[in-house]
């Protein structure tokens, strides 16, 4: 069992900044695809980013631009930098790995963009 972790949610106001990070207890390299998913009240899970295992990233066409997508081999861990967040962000904000046989997932973590 791959255990994902995912930490740095908050409030943030429109037009701010949050860091989301995503460990992995293996090491991501071996790994298809790591993506960051979303869901509001309501709605439907949302892929938002996704990164490759060749480094090849993908973005929900609402976050282009304003989202980047990392990893950092060496600590088993992708980032979802985001900028200029809009209350439309607002959602948990989940962590996938993707494996030919399984996918694993986090817990979650809540962003919220509120004035």
């Known amino acids: 069992q791959v255990q994902v972790v995912e930490s740095g949610g908050g409030l943030v106001q429109p037009g701010g900044s949050l860091r989301l990070h995503c460990t992995v207890s293996k090491s991501i390299t071996s790994i298809y695809q790591m993506s960051w998913f979303r869901q509001a009240p309501g709605k439907e899970r949302e892929l938002v980013a996704a990164i490759f295992r060749g480094g090849t990233t993908h973005y929900l066409w609402s976050v282009e631009g304003r989202f980047t997508i990392s990893r950092d081999n060496a600590n088993n861990t992708v980032t979802l930098q985001m900028n200029n967040l809009q209350p439309d962000d607002t959602a948990v904000y989940y962590c996938?790995?993707?494996?030919?046989?399984?996918?694993?997932w986090g817990q979650g973590t809540q962003v919220t963009v509120s004035s």
């Open positions: 996938n790995a993707h494996e030919v046989d399984r996918d694993s």
